[in-house]
């Protein structure tokens, strides 16, 4: 187990073996709970596999923080003495691809560099950074952050061949809270992969630290059924916002139902047209 693994803040002083297999870890960032009864769907973790054996690369399903972000939410300790019980066998689930990742971040760093800098629609305050990688099925899910975008991206998984993919292709992505559309992608020294265009430009974010807590936040909310709208609405991004921003007409006197906000209102996002996948 990692050196990250290992540490674990809260009453047990670092040490991972006072942890019982039965305790529940609470994430201290967002307040979700690891629950070995019930394991972790997200990550494909078993029930019964307690938070002290977890995977090395799990992380918080909800809000991406590292496993010493979690305390403990119950008060039972691991019995030194106790043998351990084994636990059933589960496959180990297959190992983020940080090559991909890592080679991702720095074909952009290049365009940024070569391409990009200086161009009027960069925001120099923001920098190329791949963001939130997590397991969605049997592929990769992530949101690259550069200057003058912010993209979901999707990798392929360990059995996918996408090299047949035509760049500049689009195609529609069901997710719990929506349709998104996703254009296909086929860069040198990266590989086949899937974006979807959240912000382009991003002059709305002042700093670095913003642009990549919205993405984070994107992709939570992804997963959240109960701001699903129906139809793809990615494409819709500028004029829906246009829309939103826009001054309201003649106050009606007769007192309305209240509007539900669309469901990029609700991702917190701005406007977006397709940008460099």
């Not at 973790?45 to 923080?65: I, K, M, N, Q, Y």
């Not at 990615?234 to 007769?254: G, K, M, N, Y």
Request: hydrophobic share 45%; proline share 9%.
């Amino acid at each position: 187990m990692s050196a990250a693994a290992s540490r674990f803040e809260g009453s047990y002083l670092g040490d991972a073996t006072r942890i019982g297999a039965a305790t529940r870890m609470e994430c201290k960032i967002c307040w979700h709970v690891y629950d070995p009864a019930e394991g972790c769907e997200h990550w494909q973790v078993p029930p019964g596999t307690a938070f002290a054996a977890l995977p090395d690369h799990w992380r918080c399903p909800v809000c991406d923080g590292a496993r010493d972000q979690f305390m403990a939410l119950d008060g039972e300790t691991a019995a030194v003495e106790m043998v351990a019980t084994p636990l059933p066998y589960a496959p180990a689930p297959p190992a983020q691809p940080v090559e991909t990742i890592a080679r991702l971040e720095a074909a952009f760093r290049e365009i940024h560099t070569a391409q990009m800098r200086g161009l009027p629609i960069v925001n120099d305050a923001l920098a190329v950074k791949a963001v939130g990688f997590r397991r969605h099925d049997e592929r990769w899910l992530g949101a690259l952050v550069t200057p003058w975008f912010l993209n979901l991206v999707l990798l392929p998984g360990e059995g996918d061949d996408w090299s047949t993919l035509i760049p500049g292709a689009k195609e529609l992505i069901e997710f719990p809270s929506g349709w998104y559309e996703f254009v296909h992608a086929n860069r040198k020294g990266v590989g086949a992969y899937k974006a979807c265009s959240l912000f382009s430009p991003m002059f709305e974010f002042a700093s670095m630290l913003q642009a990549t807590e919205t993405a984070l936040a994107a992709l939570v909310s992804l997963f959240d059924p109960s701001i699903r709208e129906d139809g793809a609405q990615t494409s819709e991004i500028r004029r829906r916002r246009e829309e939103e921003l826009a001054p309201p007409p003649d106050p009606v006197p007769v007192q309305a139902d209240p509007v539900r906000p669309s469901r990029r209102a609700l991702l917190g996002m701005g406007s977006g047209e397709a940008a460099d996948a």
